[in-house]
């Protein structure tokens, strides 16, 4: 099985994601909808405008074309007048004062003929009201109309010129020059205060709002909404509308267009009078304030909208992730194997039942542990955990393992001495100094055979060095039981000894049993040799004794005295063990094995050794080897 990946916590919990993803969806909805709505509208809004704006031009464009032909008329009727009463010029002059005293936006009428620098003024009637209320000569008239005869002249050609004369003029003013009709020479001049345009443009309502202005068909802005625009004389040629008009064949357009750094809705309508053309526009900012304004309001809206939201989300948030922090801090408890969680269900929803289901998986842990805590006592952890993990199947397998056997010595003889209550406890408390021993060195308990202990290393999982393993936990079994001694000489005036036999060579290892009742074991001739070599230690006065196979794997690490090779029932050759004294690296070890015997209260007697090696069935190869025993070069 792959191990599992690396797990980095995202920087983001649960709540700030939800809360960001929540109100990010919100926000892009709500505005989409609020900036669509506005684009819709404002769209449907430039539509209205300008067909308002049309409307007004033509509207305005009826009442100017129709004053204008009226202005006309009655200058061609005061000059009738004027030229029929001839020599009575007195009665002429009386009723161009009543036709002045009428129609006081009119300041000078007159009468023009060719000549080669434009036109004479024939006649020239003068508004003496006006020019004596506006401080103003008639010198100054004559010299405002030659400053634009070149424009006036084409009067004489039959062309209506209209020209705004406010520039220069006290009071915003236009001049008309129209060719004379039923086939008189000469044209018509007429200056006429503009403030009857204006009013014209005003009487529209809608001044405040939009710009109305008139231009010529030189695109020059003879009248204007605003006075002050109207006296400056501003050209409007180099304004799209008014290029427009000037350019197109038709008599009527709405446009957008931009100018200066403004945007505006123009509309404009030409009249029949001079190709004189009413403009109306308004700026977009004025046209759509009213877009603007919904929009505005209508984002104030959406913030207030999604902080509810943010607000509403938050708590909500705080009812999945509260329970859900609260089961990470619990899985971690139940990592770190404490299953005494204190959360409860506190929804039906499926966080509830999340919860609660983990409450019962935890318990179910615990249970679990507890079995496997209660069963590793009498079976080794390692083939617990297989078999937990359904590692463990019928069969087996040939491994290299390293064997130990250990055995009390006189423990029949101890026993009896002892009520069952004592033996008992004394067992579990020896029991408990070997088997910690052989688990510190990673070793696997086997079985329990009386006062006897099988362990061994590789058959399961193998370690650095299997032999120096066993051989490792047999110097720490010794040294433990020189602990207990040490105790049970204060306490009980005894002490006991044993012997440890250390074998390694190929070993079968599984289970062995029915489906229904399997022992986990190694079998095999290693692991009896293993234990005759734990037996042998009563010949040689040892304690720990090894296999020349063993040896062979840890030569050179541990401090040994090779003993006389001895022939074993049932094995064709001769057996080699080594006593070991201690390792190498260890300067408190035996030096030998007389040293040996006097540390571990080993009793030794050679006559004694031989009768039991007779009684055995073992035999000595060189019975002479047993008396040097001692004497031999440590390995």
């Known amino acids: ?46 539509t ?52 002045f005293a009428a129609n006081p936006g009119y300041i000078f009428v007159g009468v023009a003929e060719p000549a080669p620098d434009g036109f004479t003024l024939e006649s020239a009637l003068y508004n003496a009201d006006f020019l004596r209320r506006a401080e103003v000569d008639a010198a100054l008239i004559e010299k405002l109309l030659f400053d634009n005869r070149a424009s006036l002249a084409r009067a004489m050609s039959g062309a209506i010129v209209v020209q705004n004369l406010s520039p220069g003029f006290v009071t915003p003013a236009l001049v008309i020059a129209a060719p004379r009709t039923e086939g008189a020479d000469g044209a018509l001049i007429a200056l006429i205060d503009s403030a009857q345009l204006l009013r014209t443009f005003r009487s529209a309502g809608q001044t405040q709002i ?120 619990a899985t971690r408890q139940v990592e770190a194997g404490d299953y005494q969680l204190e959360i409860r269900a506190e929804s039906r929803d499926e966080i509830g039942v999340l919860t609660n289901s983990f409450l019962h998986m935890a318990r179910g842990l615990e249970e679990k542990e507890r079995i496997t805590a209660a069963f590793g006592k009498f079976v080794n952890p390692a083939i617990v955990n297989r078999a937990r993990s359904g590692a463990i199947e019928l069969g087996g397998e040939t491994r290299n393992a390293a064997v130990l056997f250990t055995d009390l010595r006189n423990f029949t003889d101890m026993s009896e001495r002892m009520a069952p209550h004592d033996v008992v406890g004394f067992l579990n408390e020896y029991f408990t100094e070997m088997v910690e021993a052989i688990h510190a060195e990673n070793g696997v308990v086997d079985k329990f055979i009386g006062d006897a202990v099988m362990a061994h290393w590789g058959a399961i999982a193998n370690t650095e060095n299997d032999v120096r393993s066993a051989v490792n936990a047999a110097l720490a079994m010794r040294r433990a039981l020189f602990r207990l001694n040490a105790k049970l000489q204060a306490e009980r005036g005894m002490r006991v000894s044993f ?81 070991v004294l201690g390792r190498m690296d260890d300067s408190t070890a035996p030096r030998s094995l007389t040293d040996l015997r006097a540390v571990a209260g080993i009793d030794y007697d050679l006559q004694r050794a031989r009768k039991f090696i007779e009684a055995s069935s073992d035999s000595l190869i060189d019975e002479g080897a047993l008396t040097h025993a001692d004497a031999s070069n440590q390995k």
């Open 48 to 99: 209205l405008i300008q067909e308002y704006n049309l409307t007004l031009a033509r509207l305005i464009g009826v009442k100017i074309e129709s004053e204008l032909r009226d202005m006309a008329m009655r200058t061609e009727l005061l000059a009738a007048v004027a030229e029929g009463e001839g020599a009575g010029a007195a009665r002429g002059r009386a009723y161009a004062d009543r036709f």
């Open 1 to 46: 099985m792959s191990a599992a990946p690396e797990f980095k916590r995202s920087r983001f919990s649960i709540r700030v994601k939800l809360l960001l993803l929540i109100s990010s969806l919100l926000a892009v909805a709500l505005g989409s909808m609020i900036f669509l709505a506005s684009y819709l509208f404002r769209r449907h809004s430039e």
């Open 499 to 579: 012997g440890v036999g250390v074998n390694f060579g190929p070993v079968l290892a599984g289970q062995i049993g029915s489906a229904r009742r399997l022992e986990y074991t190694v079998i095999g001739d290693t692991v009896n040799l293993a234990s005759r070599i734990e037996y042998l230690n009563k010949h040689f006065g040892t304690d720990i004794l090894i296999s020349e196979y063993a040896w062979r794997e840890v030569e050179g690490e541990f401090r040994v005295v090779q003993m006389p090779p001895i022939r074993i029932k049932g094995k064709q050759h001769p057996e080699v063990v080594y006593a």
């Open 210 to 329: 939009f710009d109305i202005f008139l231009v010529n068909d030189a695109g020059s802005i003879i009248a204007h909404s605003d006075p002050e625009r109207a006296r400056e004389g501003t050209a409007g040629e180099d304004m799209p509308i008014v290029k427009s008009l000037l350019e197109s064949e038709a008599d009527n357009r709405s446009l957008r267009y931009e100018h200066g750094d403004q945007s505006y809705l123009g509309s404009y309508q030409l009249i029949n009078f001079g190709r004189l053309a009413v403009v109306s526009t308004v700026a977009s900012d004025r046209a759509f304030e009213a877009v603007y304004e919904i929009q505005s309001q209508n984002l104030r809206i959406m913030l207030i909208v999604l902080a509810l939201a943010f607000v509403c989300i938050y708590f909500f948030a705080r009812t999945l992730t509260g329970p859900i922090t609260r089961l990470v801090l």
